[in-house]
T-cell receptor, first 115, second 110 residues
Framework: SAVISQKPSRDICQRGTSLTIQCQVD?????MFWYRQQPGQSLTLIAT?????????ESGFVIDKFPISRPNLTFSTLTVSNLSPEDSSIYLC????????????FGDGTRLSIL | DAKTTQPPSMDCAEGRAANLPCNHS???????VYWYRQIHSQGPQYIIH???NNETNEMASLIITEDRKSSTLILPHATLRDTAVYYC???????????FGKGTSLLVTP
């Protein structure tokens, strides 16, 4: 399975600032996914990022708040903008899962805390 | 994708088999059953998946009932490191995203 690296692993940010999270994969993948895991909760999909096209956002998530880039087949970034305490979560990148039965694989996430 | 139901928590003694049930009574013919687990402070780890037949790999076994309305993940010899939240997810074969429910929190005790 693909090796997925996320940076930073954790950060503490001030309200009103932004944080960009990087996701690097050791092989080319068509689809990458960004999830959020709020404290004590399960994972929620934010968006699907395909190389060469605009990201597709799930209900409740908007591009202005969570802009995503996908410049090539091994890299993606998620920016969390205008940070507020409600954005304190773990943000996870995953890849794969395309095609019949293929599983997704996850990075270890970015733990974000807002002061 | 079909909804799944799992018990919120389970205990298992170290060295014994852990049997984690999942109900997916509305599953359709082209939907797979996936199991992931999440150990504290880590990303979800893929365990196993299946469509109709029982499956086994180095981590676990997946038993799917004949009507496919439920399944059981079996960890044959649970260790303390198997303590985690286990998620049962049903996804269409051509689908992409995974819809995570609340999962089962498994505690393996000495």
């Amino acid at each position: 399975s693909a090796v997925i690296s996320q940076k930073p692993s954790r950060d503490i940010c001030q309200r009103g600032t932004s944080l960009t999270i990087q996701c690097q994969v050791d092989s080319q993948v068509t689809m990458m996914f960004w999830y959020r895991q709020q404290p004590g909760q399960s994972l929620t999909l934010i968006a699907t990022a395909n190389q060469g096209s605009e990201a597709t956002y799930e209900s409740g998530f908007v591009i202005d708040k969570f802009p995503i880039s996908r410049p090539n087949l091994t890299f993606s970034t998620l920016t969390v903008s205008n940070l507020s305490p409600e954005d304190s979560s773990i943000y996870l990148c995953s890849v794969g899962g395309q095609g019949p039965g293929q599983p997704q694989h996850f990075g270890d996430g970015t733990r974000l805390s807002i002061l | 994708d079909a909804k799944t139901t799992q018990p919120p928590s389970m205990d298992c003694a170290e060295g014994r088999a852990a049997n984690l049930p999942c109900n997916h009574s509305t599953i359709s013919g082209n939907e797979y059953v996936y199991w992931y687990r999440q150990i504290h402070s880590q990303g979800p780890q893929y365990i196993i998946h299946g469509l109709k037949n029982n499956e086994t790999n180095e981590m676990a076994s997946l038993i799917i009932t004949e009507d496919r309305k439920s399944s059981t993940l079996i960890l044959p010899h649970a260790t303390l490191r198997d303590t985690a939240v286990y998620y049962c997810i049903v996804r269409e074969y051509s689908g992409y995203a995974l819809n995570f429910g609340k999962g089962t929190s498994l505690l393996v005790t000495p």
